[in-house]
């Protein structure tokens, strides 16, 4: 990864001390690029390559003709890859080149009620990087693409910064709008940490006030008011792939425990399953549930579930069983054996369609068994809590000697918010929580040296402050981030 920027700014006094404009530009230069290359330490780690070295070998090079200038996929009949090569081998490079700016007025009147008020408006434009997912299995691109876009925010906000009482009370209050396009999700899938694209918009308020009547005390305050709202984006739930549609069959995969789906094709197969005995749609490698009733979790919004391969193209069968284990199977000089899909399709099923994410249009022909995509537009975004509250208050006490002593209170509030784009009520959701936080500081004359006691998470609370859901590999457990326990401390400091 690498990030080159140049930017400049300038600003023009309209009318000096009262009405000035400001403008900046910034261009970015950034470059991701992944290279995979079947080289390895191990052993028996996917011992079938060539390019493999045996543990303790003393001399391991890097093979320089693994790398490729064409995308992670490229077939392994390019003249570029090597012997024993892999599909998910060879180099990615993603290059994003894009100018970002804002224009800020600023406009200083003088009223009667204020000390000093000063009102601004700025729109601006900005980036966020795009990057690579890093594709460790074969169904990886099937859930995002190799590349995820940079993510760019139009933004206007509308201020206004006042001091008040004599300079005793500052105020700053101002509201504002994103809208993002190419929003960065984070997700788990197919066994890996990836970034989704969506379109997405937020806006808001927030206000920020500290108030010192006297010089020995002071009190702040900051408040923020969220709305956030995901654009139509069509995405498969990895944890309801299903998505509740009536006669889907959600299979788990014998091989690696992932999750896909399967779909009827025709009336006659609605309500069966392939892992059941009756030979008009039993496909090999597919098995009931423990219990034999493929509608076990239909209470839980899953209508049939079965065991079985989630793996669209590969082979069903191999060329010597092809009389006893696909009789119905006719080879092509370009298909000499049936694929999973193929048998599915004999029986009257099929892996589901892939989805266009864009306008969830099904992709005829692309059976990638990833689920039924749903439309996360006006969902809120994950980790974007509705409103915040803080407020703090210290006091300091004059001793002997030009010693001082501070103590101080910190008290945070935020409301609930989801853990991921979906908002499933029954596990995405995030409760409000508050915490505070205590301190007392003991003070050198001319701050030479400070001594200070301190508590945080105060009532030692367990507070949820993030969740986020692993692959279904791993059972669909969800990770808890929690606030750290009530932690009491001494610090002591010098400055020179």
Known sequence: ??????????????????????????????????????????????????????????????????????????????????????????????????????????????????????????????????????????????VVGTVFQPATVDALELGTKNTLLDGTLQANLDVWYYNYENYQVGIIANRQALTLNIPAHLYGAEGEFVWQPEDDLAFNLTLSLTQSAAGNAFVADQRNPTAGQANAILVKDLINGSNCVIQPVNAGAAGHTPGETNPAFHIKNFYLPNGGNAAADAAFGVPLVNYGICAPTSAFTSVTNLATEAPWFTPTPGHPVPTNEDALEHFGFQYSLATNPTTGALITGNHDGNGVAVNLHGNKLPQVPNAQVGVGAQWTAHLGGDYTLVPRVDYYWQSSFESRVWNDPNIDRVNGWDTANAQIQLNAPDSKWYAKVFATNLFDKRNPTGVYLTDPTSALFTNVFSEDPRVVGVSVGANW
């Open 1 to 142: 990864m690498q990030s080159r920027s140049a930017f400049l700014e300038g600003t023009y006094d309209i009318i000096p001390n009262e009405l000035k404009v400001i403008f900046g530009a910034r261009y970015n230069d950034d470059r991701s690029s992944l290279l995979r290359t079947p080289l390895a330490v191990g052993g028996g780690l996917l011992s079938n390559s060539p390019q493999f070295a045996t543990i303790g070998s003393t001399n391991v090079s890097f093979p320089v003709n693994v790398r490729s200038p064409t995308a992670i996929g490229t077939p392994c009949t390019s003249p570029n890859t090597p012997v024993g090569c892999n599909p998910k081998f060879g180099e990615n490079v993603n290059t994003t080149d894009l100018w970002t700016g804002r224009a800020t007025i600023q406009w200083s009147p003088k009223v009667s009620w204020t000390d000093q008020t000063q009102l601004y408006a700025t729109i601006s434009r900005g980036e966020l990087a795009g990057g690579l997912n890093v594709s460790n299995n074969a169904q990886a691109s099937a």
